[in-house]
């Protein structure tokens, strides 16, 4: 490999999520946010947000009879 052409490897990297989490990792910048992590994704925190978009959610649990 040539030398001096790899861009700066930083072990004690940070991560800023916008929930307010922060964690350390490696990267190749020393700080870089983030818009999601494992504390405010919906998959982790069991909550689910639905976009209704001109009542096409409720539509649909009425066509497939999903009312609970």
């Known amino acids: 490999m ?10 004690e990297a ?3 999520c916008s929930c307010g989490s922060v964690y350390t ?3 190749t910048m020393p700080e870089f946010r983030v818009e999601i992590c494992n504390q ?3 998959f982790f925190t069991g909550e689910q947000r639905i976009i ?7 539509r649909l649990m009425r066509r ?4 609970q």
């Open 40 to 42: 405010c994704h919906p």
């Open 25 to 27: 990792t490696g990267s």
């Open 2 to 11: 040539k030398p001096g052409i790899h861009p700066t490897y930083y072990p």
């Open 14 to 16: 940070t991560a800023l």
């Open 52 to 58: 209704d978009t001109e009542g096409r959610v409720e």
């Open 64 to 67: 497939f009879n999903l009312n």
